[in-house]
């Protein structure tokens, strides 16, 4: 036997066989020929909402949760349309994002960054997500941009308040309609200033990661403007569950304000843990023992119970506000759920169909192009009143609340008040201001 | 020195429920001499006792107000607890006031019936087996009683208040003719006495009654019991029953120190686990002064002034202790001769 006397048609045989062969990769790689990741080719295209559903605050996860899945039904044209019919954009039309169909897939960050890395890549690299939406926590949300990023597709920050995540830590490809520890700081001097007066001594109990420490800086910074002083500021571990300890040392520290840099769980014990040490009924350098809680939320002051009376704390969004998106948004959550949203699934619901007009209005859910229509986009009607995307950092500004917990709740959600509306102005900051510095925008990378 | 009292009745507060988890940890192992990782979900199962008496107690009729709306805009449901429907508003808000010390009542039986369940449903299976296979299969126990609790009750801490009588604290500083103040609060101290009288009724039960005469005699040597005539096992079962029930009461009581959540049994596993190590395995004294001696030890380290000399060392101190006993004491500090050593 000889293979070295081709004949013509042996020829033809082959070539057709090897150029099916070198063409077959590229058939199977259809979305290569878009030229980003996850480039979805039917007749759906999924978004991926990785949120926690186990650990201290998963209770803020699932309501992210059905606050997407809302915000997916109303985008597919079911429901009553909630917020989409306020949107001051008018690119939706309630038949799914660019007429594909809306479907989701969830994965459990565990409020854990390695275990939200990793849900966040099997939804992108098994279940094809375009884009990932959710969060609670801060460490989280920087690790899961830093991976999307890399991965190129768009991330969606939700429940994450630390300077760093569109700071030092920002990115491209990664967004944050949330806002942050400076624009809390900002929005809570002036109303502590009124309610607690200039001259006060602070001792802060701050959460040892990335939201912990910028907080504690810009709420520092902020009060010791206005004239106070801080006295202390003692790191807890994440994983404390019994503040007493460091709840002690401030009785005789000669503070008369606590702040309490922590959130979810964590928040809940110390507070309680305060509550009990009876700092709240103490009279400390001739004044009124006060704490503070820079970042509140519907789902801690529920917790809490009747130990947030009278405390004050930021908010980004409460279900009480009374322009039209708020009350859509409201009326749709609530029928739906039978209560009022919390401020994450606010966010997350907002962050979804933020995420959906960008890609109506750019065309395309290439990520360079999502990431165009986002930048420095302006829009209404989603609460919180004119909103700024800002292309610089792809921070989101808009007013922020000042809450204080409510002396005598008529029902089980009436735990906070809203005390001031603080217009967007004044929480406004420079880019390059240095609470921000550090770290690289880049260039958004479309990944494939 | 003030600073150092107030830490040091921290101390002696959480110890009181690390005491009372090892000893429940250390019953079990030392009648049965299973490794019981479920420990914490039953110290967690009894916190939620009192989560659920509260909830009974509150069941509520309910009146539509025609004055107020609720977040709808719909007419809002105004409830009345029906306890007091029935003994009218002040004696009825004074026994939903004392939800918590009333859930030992409900307590005590649920939680029996769960270490009897737990013991013949599936412990007594693993008696033979490796401690590596009991521990797994303990843990994975733990995993699905949170996940029924989660389902149950949600994920949120859910507010267990003490009664109003013991809200607030209490200045030990004029008592001890301190210039300056000294509070503590009213239900720990509370918590830190429950702790002793439980501690105190354990060990007397099993000094004092011919039932824990027998167990001692059981737990120094089975077979010769058993060749008694005495039925060992029924009795050990019962010590399950009972090692669960202390769990169960420390968290009852525990529900208003921090608001119970799913996963608080899992914060005090491991820490308890050292405990009884340190204490020595299977030494019923040996867990009770190594809880209380670790947890002064962690208060203490909580201390500014220790941490600004060596920062970080309140997460560690329990641990760095842990090996210098192990290393010079291998038993433990009253552990026996023989346990774990087969």
């Known amino acids: 036997m000889s293979f070295s006397n081709p004949t013509r ?130 460490g989280v949300a920087v690790a899961v941009q830093g991976l999307c990023q890399e991965a190129g597709v768009i991330f969606m920050a939700g429940l994450t308040h630390s300077n760093d995540t569109t700071g030092k830590d920002k990115k491209a490809n990664g967004f944050r309609h949330f806002f942050n520890g400076y624009m809390s700081a900002a929005a809570l001097a002036p109303v502590l200033n009124n309610a607690y007066g200039s001259d006060r001594k602070a001792y802060h109990l701050t959460a040892d990661y990335t939201w912990g420490w910028t907080q504690q800086e810009s709420i520092a910074a902020a009060t010791e403007a206005m004239g106070w002083e801080t006295v202390n500021n003692v790191l807890t571990p994440l994983a404390s569950t019994d503040f007493s300890s460091y709840i002690a040392p401030v009785l005789n520290s000669g503070a008369d304000v606590l702040v309490l840099n922590h959130y979810g769980g964590n928040m809940v014990n110390s507070l309680t843990n305060a509550v009990q040490f009876d700092l709240l009924n103490k009279e400390v350098n001739g004044k009124k023992f006060e704490i503070v809680v820079p970042l509140y939320s519907e789902l801690m002051a529920a917790g809490a119970g009747k130990n947030v009376e009278g405390v004050i704390g930021s908010m980004n969004w409460n279900w009480q506000l009374q322009d039209e998106g708020s009350k859509a948004f409201v009326k749709s959550f609530g029928e739906k759920y039978g209560r009022p949203p919390s401020n994450s699934a606010h966010t997350c619901y907002v962050q979804t169909l933020l995420y959906a007009d960008a890609v109506e209005r750019a065309g395309t859910f290439n990520p360079c192009g999502v990431v165009e229509a986002l930048e420095d986009f302006e829009f209404d009607g989603l609460g919180n009143g004119p909103v700024l995307y800002r292309g610089d950092d792809h921070q989101c500004f808009k007013d922020v609340l000042v809450m204080k917990g409510k002396e005598n709740p008529s029902n089980e959600y009436d735990t906070l008040e809203i005390v001031e509306v603080t217009p967007r102005a004044q929480v406004e900051y420079a880019p390059d201001h240095p609470m921000f510095a550090g770290g690289q925008l880049g260039s958004c990378n479309p990944g494939a | 020195m003030d600073a150092i009292l107030l830490q040091f009745l921290n101390g002696l507060d959480k110890g009181s429920a690390y005491a009372l988890i090892a ?11 299973v490794v019981n990782f479920a420990h914490g979900a039953l110290f967690m199962i009894g916190a939620f006792c009192s989560v659920t008496l509260q909830r009974i107690l509150t069941l509520s009729s309910e009146t539509l107000s025609e004055t107020e709306k609720d977040f709808l805009g719909n007419p809002l449901k105004i409830k009345t607890p029906y306890v007091e429907n029935w003994f009218g508003p002040e004696v009825g808000g004074a026994i939903i006031d004392w939800a918590v010390p009333l859930a030992i009542l409900l307590a005590i039986p649920v939680m029996l019936l769960i270490g009897f369940i737990m013991e013949r449903g599936l412990i007594k299976h693993f008696y033979k087996r490796p401690h590596a296979d009991q521990i797994l299969v303990t843990f994975g126990l733990a995993i699905v009683l949170q996940e029924v609790i989660k389902y149950f009750y949600g994920a949120n801490p859910i507010p267990t ?44 039960f099993l000094q004092f009654t011919t039932f824990g005469m027998v167990v001692r005699a059981g737990m120094a040597d089975r077979e010769t ?70 947890g002064i030890l962690e208060s203490l380290a909580s201390m500014n002034e220790v941490k600004n000399i060596l920062p970080g060392i309140d997460q560690i101190i329990i641990y760095v202790v842990a090996i210098i006993i192990l290393l010079t004491r291998p038993r433990g500090l009253m552990g026996r001769k023989g346990v774990m050593e087969e």
């Open chain 1, 9 to 138: 048609r042996g020829l033809i045989k082959t070539g057709a066989v090897a150029s099916a062969g070198l063409a077959l990769p590229t058939y199977l790689r259809a979305d290569g020929h878009s030229g980003f990741t996850n480039a979805p080719t039917g007749s759906t295209v999924t978004l991926g909402f990785n949120v926690p559903q186990t650990g201290p605050y998963a209770e803020e996860g699932l309501d992210e949760l059905r606050a997407q899945e809302l915000a997916v039904q109303h985008l597919n044209g079911e429901g009553d349309g909630g917020m989409m019919n306020t949107f001051s954009s008018k690119a939706l039309k309630g038949n799914g994002i660019l007429g594909k169909k809306v479907e989701f897939v969830t994965g459990d960050t565990q409020t854990k960054s390695d275990a939200a890395r990793a849900s966040a890549k099997a939804m992108i690299e098994k279940d094809g997500a375009v884009m990932i939406n959710g969060g609670s926590s801060s």
């Open chain 2, 225 to 294: 019991v058993g060749l008694l005539g005495i039925d060992i096992d029924r009795r050990f079962t019962i010590m399950f029953g009972i090692a669960a029930a202390v769990a169960g009461l420390a968290g009852v009581m525990y529900a208003p120190i921090n608001s119970p959540n799913y996963h608080m049994g899992m914060d005090f596993l491991v820490l308890s686990f050292v405990v009884v190590v340190v204490g020595g395995m299977g030494s019923l004294p040996g867990a009770v002064l190594a809880g209380f001696m670790l």
């Open chain 2, 161 to 204: 208040p003490a009664p109003s009588a013991f809200v607030g604290s209490f200045d030990f500083g004029p008592l001890l003719g301190l210039d300056t103040s000294l509070a503590y609060p009213y239900w720990r101290l509370v918590y830190f006495g429950f702790s002793a009288l439980i501690i105190g009724a354990v060990f007397a």
């Open chain 2, 23 to 33: 000893l429940g940890l250390t019953l079990i192992f030392g009648t049965l001499g």
